[in-house]
């Protein structure tokens, strides 16, 4: 809403009914009762707001629960069947995309691997579009409404606003050959809203939603694969900035002359701590071609398991760099929780977690360093697909059926 509007009565109402089903799809099951202390909504409120989602069928009745003065509450929850929802990202690897329902439980998934690291957007534009009518068609939900889709991406995602309030999303991703992309013609091509965003966001708010940042409204987490970026939850939001590019943690600098970044300048955290700069720390310039770090990576720890002092050596400097690219990040937003996550970054903690935390605690500032907790992702690859669907969810609370 801009600065000045004038709020409306159904402003307020659509406001109300969003704190209702955001504590009903964030409790699962809950009660009248326990929605209005959750809310401070009135009753009267609560019982309006209420009526009007059952009518329309976002939420189901589901049994009675004793009370400790005997009288039963009747529970509610979010009715998962619903409607169902698209969510896709397109990584490093591989274009994933899964089908969920409303409670976000994934039904189904395929995944198209790609070998280059430029991938065009319309190779991912049809990986999607056969990935969603497979699915759908696959889980018979056609008898069912398909809310949307959440499509995660790499890079910087501008949102313009057309004069006819209609939403273009430009896609830049320079590491991989994307500038000003668009992939809203997908939107007529599957019939239903597609809602865009950088993909560390959509991972880092499903882990706020579901994983290990869930009840902590200020953390960052760190996603590490080839390359590396991050989200930031700022008082319980995703922080976006005035132009949605905030998290680019993988572009900020750590040296004025560190090795050539693959967006063009030098001294990134991405090309000290990516896994394709730590191969090349390790091997040289021919460290290994895209699409193989991951079988890369097992071989440079198995190397430093029996003594490989070039190994070592690049493991070291490895958990060094991390250490200062992540109290950077400490430092600046004083986060509760910090959060490995990406493909590398679940290896990094497998082998290496004890010592990337004593090298953050010893570059951070000690109040914040030592307030704060680093854990491992808890969602795993499962984060990926489900970050992107919770664009669609998150949209549904606030506005609900559009």
């Known amino acids: 809403m801009l600065v000045g509007q004038k709020v409306t009565m159904q402003d307020v109402r659509r406001a109300n009914r969003a704190l209702v089903v955001r504590h009903l799809f964030m409790e699962g099951q809950t009660s009248r009762v326990a929605v209005g202390a959750a809310?401070?909504?009135?009753?009267?409120?609560?019982?309006?707001?209420?009526?009007g989602l059952l009518e329309d069928g976002s939420i189901i009745e589901r049994g009675s629960a004793e009370t400790e003065n005997g009288r039963p509450r009747t529970l509610l929850s979010l009715n998962k069947d619903a409607a169902r929802v698209l969510g896709a990202?397109?990584?490093?690897?591989?274009?994933?995309?899964?089908?969920?329902d409303l409670d976000l439980n994934c039904l189904g998934e395929r995944s198209y691997p790609?070998?280059?690291?430029?991938?065009?957007?319309?190779?991912?534009?049809?990986?999607?579009?056969?990935?969603?009518?497979?699915?759908v068609d696959q889980c018979e939900a056609n008898d069912i409404p398909l809310l949307g889709l959440g499509l995660g991406v790499?890079?910087?995602?501008?949102?313009?606003?057309?004069?006819?309030?209609?939403?273009r999303h430009l896609v830049y991703a320079q590491v991989i050959g994307w500038n000003a992309a668009s992939f809203d013609h997908l939107t007529d091509i599957l019939k239903v809203p597609v809602l865009i965003d950088n993909g560390a966001k959509t991972t880092t708010q499903a882990e706020h939603w579901f994983g290990t940042i869930r009840g902590c409204d200020d953390a960052a987490m760190?996603?590490?694969?080839?390359?590396?970026?991050?989200?930031?939850?700022?008082?319980?939001k995703l922080l976006r900035g005035s132009s949605a590019s905030a998290g680019e943690w993988g572009h900020t600098k750590i040296s004025m002359d560190g090795p050539r970044c693959r967006c063009g300048a030098r001294g990134c955290v991405e090309a000290f701590v990516g896994a394709a700069a730590v191969l090349q720390a390790w091997r040289g310039l021919e460290a290994v071609s895209g699409g193989e770090e991951?079988?890369?990576?097992?071989?440079?720890?198995?190397?430093?398991?029996t003594g490989d002092r070039r190994a070592v050596r690049a493991i070291d400097d490895l958990v060094e760099y991390l250490g200062v690219a992540l109290s950077n990040l400490v430092n600046l937003y004083n986060p509760g929780r910090l959060i490995l996550g990406g493909w590398f970054g679940d290896i990094i903690a497998d082998h290496l977690f004890d010592r990337v935390v004593d090298a953050v605690?010893?570059?951070s500032l000690k109040q914040p360093g030592a307030e704060m907790t680093i854990k491992r992702s808890s969602l795993g690859n499962k984060g990926i697909t489900l970050g992107a669907a919770t664009l669609v969810v998150d949209r549904f609370i606030e506005?609900?059926?559009r």
Request: overall charge negative; aromatic content about 4%.
């Open 39 to 51: 809310t401070g909504l009135s009753p009267a409120t609560v019982t309006s707001v209420i009526s």
């Open 361 to 363: 605690k010893a570059s």
């Open 89 to 100: 990202d397109v990584g490093e690897a591989a274009v994933n995309i899964g089908l969920f």
């Open 294 to 305: 991951m079988q890369g990576v097992a071989q440079m720890f198995q190397a430093a398991s």
């Open 154 to 167: 790499p890079g910087i995602v501008q949102t313009i606003v057309q004069p006819d309030s209609t939403i």
């Open 114 to 135: 790609f070998a280059s690291r430029h991938i065009e957007p319309e190779i991912v534009t049809q990986a999607i579009t056969e990935g969603a009518h497979n699915l």
């Open 222 to 236: 760190v996603l590490i694969g080839a390359g590396a970026g991050a989200g930031i939850i700022s008082n319980g």
């Open 399 to 401: 506005s609900g059926w």
